[in-house]
């Protein structure tokens, strides 16, 4: 086999790499003393670096290091911990006292007090600062003052938010939102030291935050050098030296850097390296659940699709995809095929439910079949799937799925792709309601919470309801579990809410996406949390 | 001479003007980058109008060409949508792409010519049919294959160099990547060389010098040699161009963060200060390039004269 005697190779020069880099690393070498610097995979980040700005992966991989918010998502159970948080209280869901705790600093030697979070967020919400995560700050109370839909702020900061004193602040929502606590650990909600608004420009050249690593040096484009911090006051200290992060324009190089030992971690194995991974890398790739799904989105708005009597042709193209073999054999198990609109990151707990959908969500071939005549068929006798192709492998498996029906329709001409060159181009056709049958969207969960996966998609006029789903029952079912107070109450909810989805199928669940990665034998206690980035501090580097 | 070359350089200004525009004109065609900075959820529209202005998206083509064309006059290149200056990129990224494409030039001209001198003078031996040989198979191989082949073999398989170039990109690093741009345009510098030599070698000025007595290292270099490289030179100046153009695939390859790294991510970003002030730049440094070719025309064949 080829993928073996690549790996058999790949370990003899990984020995004369180490050594190396041992020699070239700044502060580098240590025996797993927790000195060890490792060296990582990264991309260019697309917007500055600054905490509500970064809306993707790479930028995030970076503020996950340097920041920490009030809470904290475990990355192994997903759930909300308290990090700075002394304690967030309510009474009525809706007004928030918040206490931080003593003795937590900047890198620079600020102290973290309440000032620095209603900083942030004021930066975070204001129009002025285009910021791109702004909406996150849409529950608290003058959100439509200083953001507004058209035209200029009325307001410089939000009216919902208080300074008590040093480590106190109140936080006054628009609306009950009970869960609202456990969504203060997505980093659009990190603290800001004043050197932020003082000296934006030397901010962004180098940042400081408060987490368990520190900038050394950021060349941008090409490199950022982060070393563990000894003043950081957390629970979760860095147990290695730092991190190189290296921006790769390829994947596949990163891959062969990785091979050669050039490189220690590589959070993302190109699709055409899936299948020789598993026998290079051995129990050195990782193939981790993350908190991504991947649906195929009906125009609501186009009467063809979106008309009452079609949720049967919805539900019966759901059931002619044959998600099974496309996972395996397109993404070789780096998917898993989706039986509700969740992620099985958040756990039964937090309110994944396998096999919610039911049969709907399953391949029958005959009742896909009857399903859509009784629904008076496909509109014109056959359904166009939109994809960019510019990214990922879309075209891949969107053929896949396309012959999928074709075969359980026995027409060959039923399905077909449509791809649009660039993203930016599929976008701005999305936003246009240009949509003329289903296309494809992929959800990453901003904080692993059910209602992120249900209520920015499915609610009416939502920010990200592409389809321009609505549904009375839907909205208020979701209301309804906001103002729950119980958490479990609360998610029993959101998953009635969902069973109204398996109904009208204004979205199909296809699957949910899983990280990937990969490293050498020099690490070890790797993994990636739920947003597919690897959890840094843990990783123990060895000799 | 003085007046050829103003003439020259004036008319590079229309071709600058055009190409800037095409360039433009293209990206833009594109259509609207700002949704794809929201990733896959819909922009907020407050924000996304603001992004809009602020980037005078929402201006018709012409007049931001028009404003762009103004920035560029006063040496400002726009601003990249990760907020960096275009200039600052540009800083960071043709010094390594100028330093990848000298080796790969100085490759090409040291194994390009003496392999091409030597089949030259060897006319239908035994080597000049190996440099044939070698020439078509390398031609004929593109260079993301050579690029992928000799990085795994060399950087994974025998370890013998490191797979990718680090971000200071010091020269040794670029030894192979310099190997792999060059290799395509070194097999037409060898045939080039070997043509233009072996028909000169027939030529009168060759045989008086033979006659003469000169020795004949004299001969080659002096005289043959000097005529032969005209057609040379021509390539490898208008070589330079496209080699800082072309080394997209290798710099992807070899992860080099130079000016491919920077126009492939400003294309996939639909980035357009970035496109088209990265290419703006190519454009100049391809005229410029052509400039000095012609000139060097004078300086090694004395019967050109420019007026």
């Known amino acids: ?543 | 001479m003085g007046r050829y070359v103003i003439r020259r350089l004036l008319q590079m200004i229309p071709v600058f003007i055009g190409s800037t525009f095409l360039i433009f004109f293209m990206v833009y065609a594109l259509g609207d980058p700002v949704a794809a900075m929201f990733g896959d959820r819909a922009p907020d529209p407050a924000t996304a109008a603001r992004i809009r202005e602020e980037l005078l998206l929402d201006q018709p083509l012409w007049k931001q060409y028009l404003h762009y064309m103004g920035q560029i006059f006063r040496g400002d290149f726009g601003t990249a949508f990760n907020g960096q200056p275009v200039t600052e990129l540009m800083g960071t990224a043709f010094p390594v792409t100028l330093r990848l494409t000298l080796v790969a030039i100085v490759i090409e001209i040291i194994v390009g010519v003496t392999l091409g001198v030597l089949s030259g003078l060897r006319r239908g031996r035994a080597l000049d049919t190996s440099v044939l040989v070698f020439t078509l198979v390398v031609v004929s191989i593109p260079t993301f294959v050579s690029g992928y082949v000799l990085q795994f073999l060399l950087g994974v398989k025998w370890g013998w160099v490191k797979p990718t170039v680090s971000t200071d990109a010091y020269l040794d690093e670029l030894l192979l990547p310099g190997v792999v741009l060059a290799l395509v345009s070194l097999a037409y510098v060898t045939r080039l060389t070997r043509t233009s030599l072996a028909e000169n070698a027939r030529a009168d000025y060759v045989r008086t010098a033979v006659a003469k007595g000169l020795p004949r290292r004299r001969v080659v270099t002096r005289h043959l040699l000097r005529n032969s490289l005209i057609p040379v030179v021509t390539f490898i100046g208008t070589d330079i161009g496209s080699l800082m153009g072309g080394a997209i695939v290798t710099e992807r390859i070899f992860n080099i963060h130079g000016v491919g790294f920077q126009l492939y991510q400003g294309i996939l970003r639909q980035n357009s200060p970035t496109v088209v002030g990265f290419v703006t730049v190519l454009v100049l440094v391809f005229l410029f390039a052509n400039l000095v070719v012609d000139l060097l025309y004078a300086v090694l064949d004395p019967r050109i004269r420019y007026a």
């Open chain 1, 1 to 543: 086999m080829r993928g073996a005697t690549r790996a058999k190779w790949a370990v003899g020069t990984v020995a004369v790499a180490l050594v190396a880099t041992a020699c070239g690393g700044g502060g580098g070498g240590g025996g797993g003393d927790g000195k060890g610097v490792l060296s990582s995979s990264w991309g260019d980040p697309q917007n500055p670096l600054e905490p509500a700005n970064t809306n993707e992966v790479q930028g995030g991989k970076v503020l996950d290091m340097i920041f920490r918010g009030l809470k904290r998502y475990d990355p192994k159970t997903g759930a909300a911990e308290d990090m700075l948080a002394q304690k967030i209280e309510s009474k009525d869901q809706q007004n928030y006292t918040v206490t931080i705790k003593k003795g937590w600093k900047f890198s620079n030697g600020e102290p973290v007090t309440a000032q620095s979070f209603v900083d942030a967020w004021n930066y975070g919400a204001l129009i002025d600062n285009n910021q791109k995560n702004a909406y996150f700050f849409g529950y608290i109370e003058g959100y439509e003052k200083v953001h507004p839909e058209s035209g200029k702020a009325s307001a410089r900061t939000l009216s919902g938010l208080q300074v008590k004193d040093d480590r106190t602040f109140t936080v006054k929502l628009n609306q009950k939102f009970s869960t609202w606590p456990q969504t203060l650990g997505y980093p659009a909600f990190a603290p800001l030291p004043r050197a932020f608004f003082k000296d934006h420009d030397g901010w962004l050249k180098k940042p400081v935050g408060n987490g368990p690593y520190k900038v050394e040096s950021y060349t941008k484009g090409s490199a950022m050098k982060l070393r563990k911090w000894g003043g950081y006051k957390g629970p979760d200290k860095a147990r290695n030296g730092g991190v190189d992060l290296r921006v790769y324009t390829d994947n596949n190089t990163a891959y062969t850097d990785l091979q050669a030992g050039n490189l220690d971690l590589s959070d993302d194995i190109p699709a055409a390296q899936l299948k020789n991974a598993e026998a290079d890398l051995g129990d050195r790739y990782i193939n981790q659940p993350a908190g991504i799904i991947q649906t195929l989105t009906f125009p609501m708005y186009d009467p063809q699709w979106g008309s009452e009597k079609m949720a049967k042709v919805r539900q019966g193209l759901s059931m002619a995809i044959d998600r099974k073999t496309i996972t395996r054999q397109i993404f070789q198990n780096t998917r898993t095929p989706a039986s509700d609109w969740t992620s099985p990151v958040l756990k039964a707990d937090g309110g994944y439910k396998s096999g919610l959908c039911g049969k709907a969500c399953e391949y029958k071939p005959a009742e896909a079949r009857k399903l859509i005549k009784e629904g008076g068929g496909l509109p014109g006798g056959k359904v166009t799937v939109t994809y960019n192709a510019d990214t990922g492998s879309h075209k891949d498996w969107v053929d896949a799925l396309c012959n999928s029906v074709n075969k359980v329709l026995k027409n060959d001409k039923a399905c077909v792709g449509n791809p649009v060159g660039t993203f930016a181009d599929y976008r701005n056709q999305i936003t246009a309601k240009k949509m003329k049958g289903p296309f494809r969207a992929g959800w990453q969960m901003d904080y692993p919470l059910i209602q992120n996966f249900l209520q920015p998609m499915y609610y009416t006029d939502a920010s990200s309801n592409d389809g321009k789903y609505s549904n009375k029952e839907f909205d208020k079912l979701v209301d309804e579990a906001n103002a729950e107070t119980d958490r479990q109450a609360a998610v029993k909810k959101f998953q009635d809410a969902e069973r109204v989805l398996v109904k009208d199928m204004p979205v199909i669940p296809l699957w949910y996406q899983n990280g990937s990665g990969g490293y050498t034998d020099r690490l070890s206690d790797v993994r990636l949390n739920q947003f597919s980035v690897p959890v840094y501090d843990r990783i123990k580097v060895g000799s």
